[in-house]
């Protein structure tokens, strides 16, 4: 099998050297539309120092499900039009949580353009529950 897929690439290098640099477009893509991330740890200290402020943006039935102890429930799809509710906390880091990770760069990326200092959560919440952390019902 490797040995099929190294005569591949000597003899098609001119293929592969395209879907490399492909790939890697994509990827840097990926990482400049998701903005900043935090692990939980820093999730953690920026709460812990009155630093930071979770905000989480999945539906209102998963958020009763379980959430991050003190995070306010504003879901994505009404996160621009509540943006107002988050004036009280211009000052100190939005952190954005979804189900994994995959909506929430987006949502940060939009904050950061309005004024305010925003990250997502790497991994959500499921990444949260991974690591054993507390959630609230």
Known sequence: MVDHLIAFATSHYLLVGAFVILLALLIAHEVSRGGRSVSTGELTGLVNRD???????????????GHIVGALNIPQDKLMARIAEL???????????DAAG????????????A????????????????DNLP???
């Open 87 to 97: 004036d009280k906390h211009k000052g100190k880091t939005l952190i954005l949580v």
């Open 115 to 130: 004024g305010y200092n925003a990250a997502k959560l790497s991994g959500g919440i499921a990444t949260w529950r991974a």
């Open 51 to 65: 630093e930071g402020v979770v905000i989480d943006i999945r539906p209102a039935k998963d958020f009763a499900a």
């Open 135 to 137: 959630v609230v019902k």
């Open 102 to 113: 995959q909506h929430s760069g987006t949502h940060a990326r939009e904050l950061l353009k």
